[in-house]
């Protein structure tokens, strides 16, 4: 079993950074990939970025391209989101999550789940 616990939201004004961390206990291995993904107040969930554990394949939704940035730390389990230029739109609750093979950034592909955390960015 996989268990995802996340960390890091707040509210913040646009400009600013902010980082999410995601620690994951349980078994991962290299082909295992890690996901961001969020929802808006009345909005599905949806694709942030994601990359697998080997670091050979990430991916960013164009809407965060060039301001996030998805990274890994193997020895301690954890992942993090890296947020910078932050803008209103960007509010939403952030989830983390675990897809235990292959790639992808269908959020119907994801095993696991974190608690979510939520990011308000003001004017």
């Known amino acids: 079993q996989v268990k995802l616990v996340e960390s890091g939201g707040g509210s913040v004004q646009a400009g600013d950074s902010l980082r999410l961390s995601c620690a994951v206990s349980g078994r991962t291995i290299l082909s295992t990939t890690m996901g961001w993904f969020r929802q808006a107040q009345g909005n599905e969930r949806a694709f942030v970025a994601a990359?697998?554990?080997?670091?050979?394949?990430?991916n960013y939704a164009e809407a965060v391209k060039g301001r996030f940035t998805i990274s890994s730390d193997i020895t301690s389990n954890t992942f993090y989101l890296q947020m910078d230029s932050l803008k209103p739109e960007d509010t939403a609750v952030y989830y983390c999550a675990v897809k235990r093979t292959g790639f992808s950034t269908s959020v119907d592909a994801y095993d696991y789940w974190g608690q979510g955390t939520q990011v308000t960015v003001s004017t």
């Open positions: 990359r697998q554990w080997s670091g050979r394949i990430t």
